[in-house]
């Protein structure tokens, strides 16, 4: 399941979809209990240090996913695609592209 399924999709693709369905997880997982029943101490021993993206803001549990994300913004520009140069005006229209666009 780590590998591309087909010789037409890049590594490239296959690591921004990767990225961008971690964010997706890692953002539902961080949601506050909605039965209002949660304590301080919930949770307490599954603490893991977080790592927040700078630039836009998207929060990671795993350091692996954290650096793999930083490798999507340009250094010089945060929302110019490192993987393929389009310029984007705010992180919205920066993960709509990294998550919808052909970078093949």
Request: proline content about 5%.
């Amino acid at each position: 399941d780590c590998k591309p399924d087909t010789a037409d999709q890049t590594d490239q693709q296959f690591w921004a979809a990767q990225l961008a369905a971690a964010a997706t997880e890692e953002v539902a997982s961080n949601s506050p209990s909605l039965d209002g029943c949660s304590s301080a101490t919930d949770g307490m021993a599954d603490v893991k240090p977080r790592k927040e993206c700078l630039a836009c803001g998207l929060v990671f549990l795993d350091p692996t996913l954290y650096f793999l994300h930083k490798g999507l913004h340009s250094d010089s520009d945060p929302w110019k695609c490192n993987l393929c140069g389009h310029e984007c005006q705010d992180k919205y229209q920066f993960h709509t592209h990294v998550i919808s666009a052909d970078h093949s």
